[in-house]
Nanobody
Framework: QVQLVESGGGLVQPGGSLRLSCAASGFTLNYYAINWFRQAPGKEREGVSCISSRDGPRYYAESVKGRFTISRDNAKNTVYLQMNSLNVEDTAVYYC???????????????WGKGTLVTVSS
């Protein structure tokens, strides 16, 4: 059974950092691309980042490029999202998701975690 569990959210001041984790089970993480999405209050869900299978190409939304870094630890079956220089516009529930495909895409996800809340506020 495929499961994704996010953790690492919380309250952080503007300019601060957080690292989100997405723990995967029920499949071998190394073979598949993993996405991060976010949804801010009153806004549509948006794609944030994606890492391809076997630590391949990585993709970032323009709004987070240069501030966020996606990575994976296949031994731990976990994908991370390191978020630096956070601002209030980054406040959202962050979700990891997968379509169990090797390549990255920002649609067609079949499996989602329940999300972790990131609040950026002074």
């Amino acid at each position: 059974q495929v499961q994704l569990v996010e953790s690492g959210g919380g309250l952080v001041q503007p300019g601060g950092s957080l690292r989100l984790s997405c723990a995967a089970s029920g499949f071998t993480l190394n073979y598949y691309a993993i996405n991060w999405f976010r949804q801010a209050p009153g806004k549509e869900r948006e794609g944030v980042s994606c890492i391809s299978s076997r630590d391949g190409p990585r993709y970032y939304a323009e709004s987070v490029k240069g501030r966020f870094t996606i990575s994976r630890d296949n031994a731990k079956n976990t994908v991370y999202l390191q978020m630096n220089s956070l601002n209030v516009e980054d406040t959202a529930v962050y979700y990891c998701a997968t379509a169990l495909r090797a390549y990255c895409a920002m649609s067609g996800m079949d499996y989602w975690g329940k999300g972790t809340l990131v609040t950026v506020s002074s």
